[in-house]
């Protein structure tokens, strides 16, 4: 079992920057790519970024891309999401997941372990 806590949500103007983080604990040991996933309100989760275990291989979704960086410090066990250039359209409560194996994934659905999620708002 792996447990996954987000932090770094918060209010931020348009254009503005936050920092995600996700803390993992558990068995660790494994290898996971992490992912981060939002959902906006009345709408679908949707696929944000993923890192490799040791971060050589990283993916972005196009809305996110160029404004995003995922990476992963795994001394600390820990995943982050830079968010610059902040839109109001970022808005969204955003999740990290952890994926068992040597593949990464933009399906939510092949993702084994879930954080609770953390409220991004960005307003315009």
């Known amino acids: 079992q792996v447990q996954l806590v987000e932090s770094g949500g918060g209010s931020v103007q348009a254009g503005g920057s936050l920092r995600l983080s996700c803390a993992a604990s558990?068995?660790?040991?494994?290898?996971?790519?992490m992912g981060w996933f939002r959902q906006a309100p009345r709408k679908e989760r949707e696929f944000v970024a993923l890192?490799?275990?040791?971060?050589?291989?990283?993916s972005y979704a196009d809305s996110v891309k160029g404004r995003f960086t995922i990476s992963r410090d795994s001394a600390k066990n820990t995943a982050y999401l830079e968010m610059n250039s902040l839109k109001a359209e970022d808005t969204a409560v955003y999740y990290c997941?952890?994926?068992?194996?040597?593949?990464?994934?933009?399906?939510?659905?092949?993702?084994?372990?879930w954080g609770q999620g953390t409220q991004v708002t960005v307003s315009s």
């Open positions: 997941a952890a994926k068992r194996g040597a593949l990464g994934s933009v399906r939510e659905t092949e993702y084994d372990y």
């Open positions: 890192i490799s275990l040791y971060g050589g291989r990283t």
């Open positions: 558990g068995r660790t040991s494994s290898s996971y790519y």
